[in-house]
């Protein structure tokens, strides 16, 4: 029953480094996606796949970058960590119909000092 | 400026208490969910309207998609501890149901 897997849970890098969060799901789901969530905020999409090969950007793409080589993985990468980008991070994935039911990871809290 | 608009934002109660949390738009969607979050987790599914007026029912949970489907609501009748929770609403725009929009949140506390 893993579903979707997201690593680390918890990360703190410096201003200027880059790093990989890591997403995977099981369900051979065709879209996933990519969500920050600050206080207030709700879940605002990042970017998203709707199969391999196949990326686009959300509300908030900006300082992020994605990649789908596989159905099972979508990794995002911060290129150059700010600040402002301490937030909760969480990866979604659905089937590739209608009305489908979004299941998420459990997050990863990233702090940038 | 969020495309779905969620109200209140915070809301505390005593246990046996109704309550109601709206999610607006001036959007049309084709579809509309709710979802509960709790601490440390990602949000689960708790249900998805499709059709305009609409009415859905999960024990002591009811949904409500408005007519124009641009709105809709969650009432909870007799809240528990239990209930307590981030609870979001989510859509699907007409021709771009790819993209999940979530809204600000209603963050729900009920005390026993």
């Known amino acids: 029953n893993a579903g979707v897997t997201q690593t680390p849970k918890f990360q703190v890098l410096k201003t200027g480094q880059s790093m990989t969060l890591q997403c995977a799901q099981d369900?051979?789901?065709?879209?996933m996606s990519w969500y920050r969530q600050d206080p207030g905020m709700g879940l605002r999409l990042i970017h998203y796949?709707?199969?391999?090969?196949?990326?686009d950007q959300g509300e908030v793409p900006n300082g992020y970058n994605v990649s789908r080589s596989t159905t099972e993985d979508f990794p995002l990468r911060l290129l150059s960590a700010a600040p402002s980008q301490t937030s909760v991070y969480f990866c979604?994935?659905?089937?590739?119909?209608?009305?489908?039911?979004?299941?998420f990871g459990q997050g990863t809290r990233l702090t940038v000092v | 400026t969020q495309l779905l608009e969620q109200s209140p934002q915070f809301l505390s109660i005593q246990e046996g208490e109704n309550l109601t949390v709206y999610c607006n738009s001036s959007?049309?969607?084709?579809?509309l969910q709710w979802y509960r979050q709790e601490p440390g987790e990602g949000p689960v599914l708790l249900v998805t309207?499709?059709?305009?007026?609409e009415v859905k029912k999960l024990k002591r949970l009811t949904f409500q998609f408005g007519d124009a489907r641009k709105d809709s609501s969650l009432h909870i009748t007799a809240a528990q501890p239990g209930d307590t929770g981030l609870y979001l609403c989510?859509?699907?725009?007409?021709?771009?149901?790819?993209?999940?929009?979530f809204g600000s949140g209603t963050q729900l506390t009920v005390l026993p």
């Open positions: 989510a859509g699907a725009r007409p021709g771009s149901a790819r993209q999940l929009t």
């Open positions: 796949s709707v199969g391999a090969g196949i990326t």
């Open positions: 979604a994935s659905r089937r590739g119909r209608m009305n489908t039911e979004a299941f």
């Open positions: 369900m051979n789901h065709e879209y």
């Open positions: 309207v499709v059709t305009g007026g």
């Open positions: 959007s049309v969607f084709s579809s």
